[in-house]
């Protein structure tokens, strides 16, 4: 089980550092992501890593550069580097497995905080100031948003 130094509040989710790439020579990050209904990141691209997406518990609807993709327990999702892309968990829960070997990880704990319960955080639409430090943390960490959440 991970401790509660690695679990974190990002966004509206609780993500759990299962694998950190300071842990390992093939800086290879392994993370829960526990997210409530509706929870969708803003479509965006990585330009230094790839990401690959194992769901645990619930359904999501993946965009792919354009390609929409449903998956649900048991199923995997390859993001490869470069791709613009997006998901949106469409039941009441979702919790999946992300395997990143770039900087996704430095930017998941510059944008997080400290998890204060085991459970998700406070369920609030993101104010304006939390979008503009949110694109701003992603720029540095080689991450573009480049529009809405996917529907």
């Known amino acids: 089980m991970t401790d509660t130094a690695d679990s974190l509040w990002f966004m509206t989710a609780q993500i759990l550092i299962h694998l950190a790439q300071s842990d390992n020579d093939g800086r290879?990050?392994?993370?829960?992501?526990?997210m409530a209904r509706d929870f969708a990141p803003p479509l965006h691209v990585h330009h230094q890593e790839s990401e690959t997406?194992?769901?645990?518990?619930?359904?999501?609807?993946?965009?792919?550069?354009?390609?929409?993709?449903?998956?649900?327990v048991g199923d995997t999702v390859h993001l490869p580097r470069g791709c613009t892309h997006g998901f949106r968990v469409l039941s009441d829960y979702g919790r999946c497995l992300t395997i990143t070997d770039g900087p996704f990880e430095d930017m998941v704990r510059a944008a997080s905080r400290p998890a204060a319960t085991n459970g998700l955080p406070e369920q609030l639409p993101p104010t304006p100031e939390q979008q503009q430090a949110l694109a701003a943390i992603c720029a540095a960490h080689a991450i573009d948003l480049v529009g809405a959440p996917i529907a």
């Not at 290879?28 to 526990?34: A, G, Q, Y």
Request: glycine share 8%; charged share 35%.
């Open 28 to 34: 290879l990050s392994i993370i829960e992501h526990r």
């Open 53 to 72: 997406f194992v769901v645990l518990e619930g359904r999501f609807r993946f965009q792919r550069d354009g390609e929409v993709l449903e998956a649900d």
